[in-house]
Structures are given as C-alpha cells and as structure tokens.
Nanobody, 116 residues
Framework: QVQLVESGGGLVQAGGSLRLSCAASGRSFSSYAMGWFRQAAPKEREFVAHIAWSSGSTSYADSVKGRFTISRDNAKNTVYLQMNSLKPEDTAVYYC?????????WGKGTLVTVSS
C-alpha cells in the first residue's frame, strides 16, 4: 500500500503563488512516477503535471505550462508543485498521485482557491 499526504493548499489572490507538497509512504520506494490532477466542481478531474521518478522528466497540461513547475525529492519521497501567476480558473482540489508497480494511488486532496 502507498499513502499520500498533500499539503500547501489555501487561499491566494490572482497573480500569487502557492507550493503544494505530497509526501509518499509505504511502498513508495518503488515509485515509477508521481504527479497532480485537479478537480473543480462540477468538472471532471483533469491532469496537471507529471514527473518520472528516475529520470525526472516532466509533462504539463497546456493550461499550466510556464506557470507551474513539478519537482521531486527522492530522499524524502516527496513531490512538489510550484504554482505561480495563479488565476481564478486554477481554483480546484488538487490531488497527488503515485504510480507504483502499475497501480495509481491517490491522496485525499488539498484545496486551492484563487480570488480575483
């Protein structure tokens, strides 16, 4: 089993920044990749960013390219999402995921609210 705990969400004004963290524990030592999705009611959950654990290669949704940066700390089994130039449309619950042995595990989410 893998446990994921997100933190760093909150309320920020448009144009501001936040840094999300996601700490993995359990079988996370064999991680293949980690990343973030987000969901703003009533929309479906959408992909935000992804990072391969061994190579560090990254990918982003077009809507966040140039504004968000995903990074990892292998020693801490933690992934980060630095979010800059936030917009009201970035308001959502952000979910961390971890892919281990072909299975995707999810955190419980952290709420990000961007006021205009």
């Amino acid at each position: 089993q893998v446990q994921l705990v997100e933190s760093g969400g909150g309320l920020v004004q448009a144009g501001g920044s936040l840094r999300l963290s996601c700490a993995a524990s359990g079988r996370s030592f064999s991680s293949y990749a980690m990343g973030w999705f987000r969901q703003a009611a009533p929309k479906e959950r959408e992909f935000v960013a992804h990072i391969a654990w061994s190579s560090g290669s990254t990918s982003y949704a077009d809507s966040v390219k140039g504004r968000f940066t995903i990074s990892r700390d292998n020693a801490k089994n933690t992934v980060y999402l630095q979010m800059n130039s936030l917009k009201p449309e970035d308001t959502a619950v952000y979910y961390c995921y971890n892919i281990v042995d072909g299975m995707r595990y999810w955190g419980k989410g952290t709420l990000v609210t961007v006021s205009s």
